[in-house]
C-alpha cells in the first residue's frame, strides 16, 4: 500500500513515519529495539547523544498541543538537534499562504525534518509526498486518522512489563470512532502479533467496519476486561458528550469507567494504560490512576525513547550516513 | 521550620529554593560566594560553562512574566541546560489536567528541575512537596508569599557594594502588604546579619503583624530615609490604586516618592534599588533612577549569576554528584 | 551620514546593521563575500559552526513576524549562538516600561545583539544608537523605512546566478510606496553598481520624489520588463487594496501581474525574485512562481548565509576579536 511505499526506502528502511498500517513487524520490532537503546539515554546525568548535532528539526503545529510538542521537543534536544517550534495557525497562513509554499519554504532554510501535528487527516502524508528527497517527516497526529508515535511507546510499553505479544490479551475501552490513537494502537498490536486485541465500546463510538480491523467487539466492559493482560483506557473528549454519541460523564463513567472492582475481572497481572491526559472520574477512578498496575507514567517515560528511536531512524536514511 | 526541612537535605544542602524562611546565614552565604564565581562567567567572551549539561530545565509558568522567564533561561543556558518553557494556563489545564498530573508527566520525562511561577502562595512548596527524589524546585514568585531569587540578587548586589551587612541600614519603600519581594528581602537581610532592617509606608500598605518581621516601622519617608545606607523602593502595582488602598499616582509620588532631595537625607553613599520594571514618575524620579547611586540595572546583572548558583546548588544534591 | 557612522567603526568595520543607505560597495560586498562561505555550511551535514558558542543573541519582535524570526533564529542556531525570542507586545510594554529600560535590562543580562521587527521606522537606528558599546543591532524590518537583510540576500542571490552587477537591467515591480524592502533594495543594487534599476508601478504607488532614489520609473508592465535580466515582484499588502491606491486584486493582476507572456519580454535568462510570501494570481501566477526562471526559494535558502554573515560580521567589532 501506498503508505508503506512512502515510509520505507528502495532498501526497507525507515524514511518518514506517518503511520504504522504497512510497516512490517521487523520494523516495528527494530523501532522498539532502537528505542531500548535510547532509554538508557534518559536515565544517564548527561541526557544527551551527538546523534543528530547540526540537524534542524521542526515542530510544525497547525494544532496546539504542548504536551506532545514536548515530548518532541525533548526527544530533539537529546539526540543534541536544533529544534524550532513553529505554529502555522499563528503565522503563515494568516498571510495567505498555501501550506506547500509554507513548506517549500523552511526546506529552503535546510532544516531536516518536519514534526506534524494538524487537524486534518492525511495532512501528514501530504506533506511527506512533497518534501524533498532529504527531509523526513514524523506524524505527531493526524485528524481521527494515526498517531503512530503514541501507538509505538504503548507497545514498547507492553514489551517492557510483558516481554512478549504472542499471547496477550488486550483490551482498548472508549471511544474507539474518534480516537487516532485506537486506530493506531489496533495496527501496531496486530502486527506485532498480539494473541488477541479487543475493542470495548458503546455502538455509538464504534467506526462502521470494526471487525475488518482484526479485534474483538465488546459492549459491555466485564466481557471485554475478562482475562485481559492489557487494558487501555482511551481519552474521552469531552466535547462529544454534549452530542448524541454519549448521554453524560456520569453515565459514561458508570457504563465504560474503570474501577477496581471492574479491573479484578481481568489477569491478577494486568496492566493498566492511557494515553493522557486523563479526565479522573470518567475513564477511570483515581484508585486505578494512582494505582500498582498502572503504568500510565512508564508510557509517558517511554515516549521520549521511542521518538528518539524514530527520529534518528528516519534521518539516517536521508542523511548521507554520517549522522 | 518545614520550609528549611524540606529545602535543606539531611546533610544540610540546598536541595529546593523556595522561600528565604528558615534558610541560615550559612547556607544563603554560600549562594552568595557561588553567585560571585559565575559573575565572571557572564563577562567571558563565551559566557557559558558545561556544568547543567544535558540536563533539563522546565520553566513551568501558572502566570506570565517574560523578565523573570528569561533571567532564569539565560541563566540555564550560561550553565549549557537545555530548557523547556511551559505556559500551563495556555496548555494542560484547558485540558482538565491535574496540577499534579502535570507534573508527573514532566517528571517521567526525566527532567532535573522546575522553575515556577504562580499566582497562588504556596505553589511552589505544594509542587517541592510532591516531586520525585531527582528534580529541584525553584520558587519565581508565588502570590503575596515569596520571591527569593530577588530577594537573594539584592543582598548580592549591596554585598558587592557595600562588602558587609553587619552596620547597614537598608529602607524598604513602598506597598510592603502585597510584595512578595519585599517580604522575602526582610528575611534575607536579617539572616544576613543586616544592622538595621526599616520598612517606610503608610499604614495600608503594611500588613498586620509587621513588627514580628524583625523590622523598624517608618510612615514618614523623610524619617525613614534618614542615614540610610541601602535604599530599596518596591514596585507599586498600579491596579491597587484604583481600591482603598490608595488615593491616586500623584498623591503617592508626593508622599512616598524617591526624589534627589529626598534621597540627601540618606548617607551621601547610599545607593538605590528596585526590582523592576520601575514606573518612572511614581515610585521614583527618573534623576534618581539613571543617577549615580542607582544600582538597578547592576540588580539585573547579578540575577544571572544568583539564578546560576541557585541552579547549580539544587542540582548538586539531586544529581549523582558528577554533574 | 549619520545611518553609516553609527553603523561603521572608526576602521571601518560593520558594527550595526540597521540599513543599506550609507554603506560602501567594499562593505556590502565583503558581507556577500563572508555569506559565501557560509553558504556551505548550511549544505553540510553537521550545518553548526561554533563561531558564536557562548553569544546570546535576542529577537525582540515589536510586530509579529514568525517568517523573519525563523530565519534568524535558524542563522543564530547554525553560529552555536544562543537564542531568547522576546515579544514586546506582549510582555514589558503592557507593565508601563519604557523601550529604554527593556533595553537597558536586557543588556545588563550580558546579551549580545539584538534582532529588532518594529512597525516604527527608525526603531531600529534609535535602539543602536542607545546600546551599550559591546552589543550589536541589526534591523529584521522596520515600518515602511528598511529591511537591508532582504536587500542583501536578494543582492546575494542576482550575483550568484548571474555572476555581477554591472550591465543589468533589474527591474523592481508593484507598490514602491510601501515597501522597505523596494526601498532597501534600490540603494544595495545602486551601491553594488547595478547597470539600471528601474520601478515598475502606478502613480498611486509611488514615493513622491521617486527620481531620486536613481531609478528609472515605469508605469506600464510591458515597457518595464523589456529586456530585463532581473525582475523583482513585491508583495502586495491586500489591505491597501481597500484604500483609495488600487481597485481590485483582479485589476491588479490585469496591470502589474508577472504571467509567462510578460516574463517572455525579459531576457530570455532573465530571473524572478520575490521576498515572500507570495500571493499566488495577484503578483504572479503559479506557472511563474514555480517556473524554471523563478529563484524565489533560493532567496529564502541564501537568507540563513546572509544573515550568518552580518551577525557574525557585527560581533567581530564588538567582541574582543577572539570571538
Known amino acids: 500500500m501506498s503508505g508503506a511505499s512512502l515510509q520505507v526506502d528502495e532498501r526497507g528502511r525507515l524514511r518518514h513515519f506517518l503511520t504504522v498500517e504497512g510497516l512490517g513487524r521487523e520494523l516495528l520490532t527494530e523501532i522498539l529495539d532502537t528505542a531500548e537503546s535510547f532509554a538508557g539515554v534518559t536515565e544517564q546525568t548527561v541526557k ?42 499563528a503565522s503563515a497562513t494568516t498571510k495567505g499562504e498555501t501550506l506547500l509554499d509554507t513548506l517549500r519554504n523552511l526546506e529552503a532554510m535546510h532544516v531536516d525534518m518536519f514534526v506534524v501535528r494538524h487537524a486534518d487527516s492525511g495532512a501528514a502524508h501530504f506533506i511527506a509526498r512533497h518534501v524533498r528527497p532529504h527531509v523526513s517527516v514524523v506524524n505527531a497526529g493526524d485528524g481521527r486518522h494515526a ?14 512489563r510483558k516481554g512478549r505479544f504472542e499471547d496477550l490479551v488486550v483490551a482498548i475501552v472508549g471511544d474507539i470512532l474518534h480516537s487516532r490513537v485506537a486506530r493506531s494502537q489496533i495496527h501496531a498490536l496486530n502486527t506485532l502479533g498480539t494473541g488477541e486485541v479487543r ?69 491478577p497481572d494486568a496492566i493498566v494504560m492511557h494515553p493522557g491526559p486523563i479526565n479522573r472520574g470518567i475513564e477511570l477512578e483515581s484508585r486505578v490512576a494512582d494505582g500498582p498496575r498502572s503504568v500510565i507514567l512508564e508510557q509517558v517515560e517511554h515516549g521520549i525513547a521511542v521518538r528518539m528511536a524514530i527520529m534518528s531512524m528516519t534521518m539516517r536514511t536521508t542523511g548521507d550516513g554520517t549522522a
Chains 1, 2, 3 share one sequence.
Not at 547523544?49 to 540537524?55: S, T
Open 48 to 89: 544527551k547523544v551527538p546523534l543528530l548535532r547540526g540537524k534542524t528539526i521542526v515542530n510544525l503545529f497547525f494544532e496546539a498541543s504542548t504536551r506532545t510538542r514536548t515530548t518532541f521537543e525533548l526527544a530533539a534536544k537529546r539526540l543534541s538537534a536544533d529544534v524550532l517550534n513553529i505554529n502555522v495557525s
Open 147 to 160: 498517531h503512530p508515535t503514541q501507538a509505538l511507546l504503548d507497545a514498547f510499553t507492553i514489551r517492557r
Open 199 to 267: 475493542v470495548v465500546a458503546p455502538r455509538t463510538l464504534l467506526p462502521a467496519h470494526v471487525d475488518d480491523l482484526g479485534v474483538h467487539v465488546f459492549h459491555r466492559m466485564e466481557d471485554g476486561l475478562r482475562e485481559a493482560d492489557v487494558v487501555i483506557m482511551l481519552r474521552l473528549q469531552k466535547e462529544r458528550m454534549r452530542g448524541a454519541h454519549l448521554p453524560s460523564e456520569h453515565e459514561y463513567f458508570r457504563l465504560y469507567g474503570l474501577t477496581e472492582e471492574r479491573l479484578a475481572l481481568a489477569r
